[in-house]
């Protein structure tokens, strides 16, 4: 499975409180919806920065399951696909990133909202790529099940 990704840039939405730096490319799935009605989110792994707004070609490895105070919060973690970036192309899963990579991704979304008031998040565990696939589908039908005139416009 291939995906267009969107991402945003190397840090996460403007209403973050904290200093720390997301340790990978951040952005989303376009035509998707996730459970709390935005797009699905991604990490796209590599060691260059992207411009923001711009789209990649990568596949899913895994996803970071969380919730936060307003659900599901789950992080779809994505490599670029080999014509665009070959040096993930025997990455299978996440479980093959460093260690150190997780626990950077992990540290970042433990604290992120640690400065805002009444909000929350609880790291669930990673999970592999097939369920990062499946929480991407989801997301597509979810999109396709909302009338055009009530989807986001991302």
Same mark, same amino acid.
């Given at each position: 499975?291939s995906l267009?990704l !969107?991402? *945003?840039?190397?840090? !996460?939405?403007?209403d973050i409180?904290v200093i720390?730096?997301?340790p990978?490319?951040?952005g989303? !799935? $376009?035509?998707?919806?996730?459970?709390d009605?935005d797009p699905?989110d991604?990490l796209v792994?590599?060691?260059?920065? /992207?411009v923001?707004g711009?789209?990649i070609?990568?596949? $899913?490895?895994g996803l /970071?399951?969380?919730?936060?105070?307003?659900g599901?919060?789950?992080?779809? !973690? @994505?490599?670029?696909l080999?014509?665009v970036f070959p040096a993930?192309?025997?990455?299978?899963e996440v479980?093959d990133? $460093? %260690?150190?990579?997780?626990?950077?991704? *992990?540290h970042f979304?433990e604290?992120y909202?640690d400065?805002e008031?009444?909000?929350?998040v609880?790291?669930?565990?990673?999970q592999?790529a097939a @369920?990062a696939?499946?929480?991407?589908?989801?997301?597509?039908?979810?999109?396709?099940? *909302?009338p055009? %005139?009530e989807?986001p416009r991302f």
């Amino acid at each position: 499975m291939s995906l267009d990704l !969107v991402p *945003t840039g190397r840090d !996460v939405p403007n209403d973050i409180n904290v200093i720390i730096e997301i340790p990978s490319n951040y952005g989303y !799935v $376009p035509h998707t919806l996730s459970g709390d009605g935005d797009p699905v989110d991604v990490l796209v792994v590599m060691p260059l920065p /992207l411009v923001p707004g711009c789209v990649i070609r990568c596949r $899913p490895v895994g996803l /970071l399951a969380m919730k936060d105070d307003s659900g599901e919060d789950t992080k779809i !973690v @994505a490599v670029p696909l080999d014509s665009v970036f070959p040096a993930y192309r025997a990455l299978e899963e996440v479980r093959d990133l $460093p %260690q150190l990579t997780l626990e950077r991704i *992990t540290h970042f979304f433990e604290h992120y909202k640690d400065l805002e008031k009444g909000k929350w998040v609880r790291i669930e565990g990673w999970q592999d790529a097939a @369920a990062a696939r499946r929480e991407i589908l989801a997301g597509v039908q979810r999109f396709k099940a *909302t009338p055009a %005139q009530e989807r986001p416009r991302f």
